[in-house]
């Protein structure tokens, strides 16, 4: 079993990048056929989506564009706690097709943040294209139109994700087996 250490914890391959490439490759051709003859926006959510936005990107034959935002989350006084700010988008999206690319869906939060505030702008229409979503932890509705893979409730790093700003530049997926 090919392990990694990152700081304090220990992680496991989990899911090796040919797999990972294997149900990109399954995704975008779902995106291909139901966007066929449109031209989608993407918005790719900063850091950790860097990577799975490269490769999608590279299987999606349809004329589209690509940006990249970052969102910045603070406590604010909705009744789910946080807010959700959308930073470096310039496109405007009003009538586009969405086409939102992120890493992990865990609560659910983020995503239902960003899609509301995204609605507020007038898209045609707003889709979520998850690589990873872990469903126990889902918090709330969301349709996540797309998703690569779905993952019990533990903490993963690699292919773009981090623990703690390291561990973004594996090839694999890794889940934490130890903390030491
Ligand atoms: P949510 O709002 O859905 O609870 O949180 C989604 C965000 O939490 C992801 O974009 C990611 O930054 C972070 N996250 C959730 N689970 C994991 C995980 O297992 N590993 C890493 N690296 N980040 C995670």
Sequence with gaps: ME???VKDKKFAVSIPEAEILKQVKRVAGEINRDYDGREPLFLAVLNGAFIFAADLMKEVVL??????IKLASYEGTTS???VTETIGMTADISGRDVV????IVDTGLTMHHLVDSLSARSP???AICSLLVKPANLKIDLDIRYK????PNDFILGYGLDY???GRNTRDIYTVVETV
């Excluded at 004329?63 to 990249?68: A, G, N, V």
């Excluded at 939102?100 to 890493?103: K, S």
């Design 100 to 103: 939102i690319i992120e890493d």
């Design 124 to 126: 045609r229409s707003i």
């Design 148 to 151: 690569c893979f779905e993952i």
């Design 80 to 82: 789910t706690g946080a």
């Design 3 to 5: 392990t990694l250490q």
């Design 164 to 166: 703690d700003g390291f």
């Design 63 to 68: 004329p589209s564009e690509i940006q990249f």
